[in-house]
């Protein structure tokens, strides 16, 4: 069992940056891939990005690659997710989630079947 609790949300101008962190509860964080993802309303949740269990992998959304950066320490059992250069449209709840699994694989870990879900931080960007 993983209890994912985020963190660092908040409301921000455009441009700026935020830093937001999922720390995780349970054993064998090491063993979990990490993403996160995002629902704005009246969408769907959107895979925004991911890590692998050893954090050597990393993908990300196509409207994020240059801003958002993806990162894992699994010594304190904490995912990050840094964004720079913040746009109106990325506008959302931003939720963490643990899959566990071992694989690196793109077509794995961009889909929203992970095991564990955090609550989800709101970061709302304005113009």
């Known amino acids: 069992q993983v209890q994912l609790v985020e963190s660092g949300g908040g409301l921000v101008q455009a441009g700026d940056s935020l830093r937001l962190s999922c720390a995780a509860s349970?054993?064998?964080?090491?063993?979990?891939?990490m993403g996160w993802f995002r629902q704005a309303p009246g969408k769907e949740r959107e895979f925004v990005a991911a890590?692998?269990?050893?954090?050597?992998?990393?993908y990300y959304v196509d409207s994020v690659k240059g801003r958002f950066t993806i990162s894992r320490d699994n010594n304190e059992k904490t995912m990050y997710l840094q964004m720079n250069s913040l746009k109106p449209e990325d506008t959302a709840v931003y939720y963490c989630?643990?899959?566990?699994?071992?694989?690196?694989?793109?077509?794995?870990?961009?889909?929203?079947?992970?095991?564990?879900w955090g609550q989800g931080t709101q970061v709302t960007v304005s113009s």
């Open positions: 890590i692998n269990w050893y954090g050597d992998n990393t």
């Open positions: 349970g054993r064998s964080f090491g063993t979990y891939a």
């Open positions: 989630a643990a899959m566990r699994t071992l694989s690196s694989d793109y077509g794995t870990l961009a889909r929203r079947e992970y095991d564990y």
